[in-house]
Nanobody
Framework: QLHVVESGGGLVQPGGSLRLSCAAS????????VGWFRQAPGKDREWVSC????????IYADPVKGRFTISRDNAKNTAYLQINSAELEDTAAYYC???????????????????WGQGTQVTVSS
């Protein structure tokens, strides 16, 4: 069964860094856009960032622009989300999702994504 698995979450202090990974299983990430979403307690799941299948296009939500970096290594079948300058508001469960996507960009709408991971918790606290 096709699926993706997130890892790398944990506790980080404000201003600290963390790198999340999204590993694909039973399929290759080539020609798949990868999106990262997050959901804080009591809030809707929100889109954070996405990267095109080739990696040439990346898009970020305004709250994370300049602090988060999305990347991918197709040879390792893995995508990443680097979190820098972590803020308290970044505390959430983070999910990666993938969809077969041949366009040059990547989708922001969560309903377009086909496969989702189970999430990894990121807690920003001093």
């Amino acid at each position: 069964q096709l699926h993706v698995v997130e890892s790398g979450g944990g506790l980080v202090q404000p201003g600290g860094s963390l790198r999340l990974s999204c590993a694909a299983s039973e399929f290759t990430l080539d020609f798949h856009a990868v999106g990262w979403f997050r959901q804080a307690p009591g809030k809707d799941r929100e889109w954070v960032s996405c990267i095109s299948g080739s990696g040439s296009s990346t898009i970020y939500a305004d709250p994370v622009k300049g602090r988060f970096t999305i990347s991918r290594d197709n040879a390792k079948n893995t995508a990443y989300l680097q979190i820098n300058s972590a803020e308290l508001e970044d505390t959430a469960a983070y999910y990666c999702a993938v969809v077969q996507w041949y366009g040059s960009a990547c989708p922001k709408r969560r309903e377009l994504y086909e496969y989702w991971g189970q999430g990894t918790q990121v807690t920003v606290s001093s």
